[in-house]
């Protein structure tokens, strides 16, 4: 599995995001991790792939291990090759590369003979970019672009995949289709770390989930478990009981405040 195991992280020296943070995303599972802006969701993703560096953050204590062996020494392009591949939060594609060459970038880590094989499964995946596979990334919809950030990060064949809020800014239609490719992307083999806001459909395809408030988790829980928590419920879903709103918040505020102390 992949696992980070109690990891503190800081920014410039200074700043101390993430607090003894400890989850795991074992072999052929999506796992769900929620949180508000800010928590440091992309924090712990960062920790895993080596790009905190880049972000003047460094883990002071605490291990990411990967089927065992430790990760967190590695940089970025020995994390893809061991097997995890990214997806970063607002797609980050080359809008002045063609379709097929920010494929072929994705590719640039894979051994020899990789690439035929990678752009194959992509463009069975996503037909549409098959369609436009010769045409510049940045005109491509904002779901068109979001899956080829996906894509990319898929040409390395990774064992698992991080994935940083890619419902973000889609139209619904759009949500609904990047959900069923993760769940079909989860089917063909490769573990998913799932980063969301959106908590409904995050916990839909997840098996697990971890809620992080503050650099804390703060839940651990079964996906359908935290699908049935009140307080998930109410605060990431916008649900809750008639006629109990009053005591609910208290009770929110309460409990809010046991998570952070």
């Known amino acids: ?6 990891l503190e992280v800081v920014y410039e020296d200074v700043v101390l995001v993430l607090k003894g943070v400890t989850l795991e995303v074992p072999r052929g599972q999506v796992v769900a991790l929620l949180g ?26 605490g291990s990411v291990r990967l089927d ?11 994390v893809v090759a061991a097997g995890v591949g990214q997806v970063m939060e607002g797609r980050r594609v080359f809008a002045e590369f063609t379709v097929e060459e920010n494929l072929r ?8 003979g990789a690439l035929r094989a990678g752009l194959d499964r992509v463009f069975t995946l996503f037909p549409v970019l098959a369609d ?4 510049l990334a940045g005109y491509l919809s904002g779901g068109e672009q979001q899956m080829l950030a996906i894509g990319r990060a898929l040409m390395t064949e990774p064992a698992y995949l991080l994935l940083d809020e890619p419902s973000l800014g889609l139209a619904p239609l759009m949500v609904q289709r990047i ?16 980063v969301e806001q959106n908590a409904a459909m995050a916990l839909s395809i997840a098996t697990h989930g971890y809620v992080l408030e503050n650099g804390k988790i703060v839940m651990d829980k079964p996906a359908a478990a935290l699908l049935d928590d009140e307080d998930i419920r109410e605060f990431y879903l916008g649900l809750r009981e008639e ?19």
């Open 36 to 61: 508000a802006n800010g928590a440091g969701k992309t924090t712990v993703l960062r920790a895993i792939t080596g790009l905190l560096g880049v972000h003047r953050g460094s883990i002071t204590k």
């Open 1 to 6: 599995m992949l696992a980070v195991e109690n």
């Open 68 to 78: 065992g062996a430790a990760i967190d020494h590695l940089d970025a392009p020995r």
């Open 179 to 194: 959900r069923d490719l993760i769940v079909e992307i989860n089917q063909q083999g490769t573990s998913i770390l799932l």
């Open 243 to 261: 006629g109990a709103a009053s005591f609910r918040a208290v009770k929110h505020y309460k409990r809010r405040k046991r998570w952070l102390s």
């Open 105 to 112: 970038i994705g590719a640039h880590t894979a051994p020899g």
């Open 132 to 135: 436009r596979r010769i045409q």
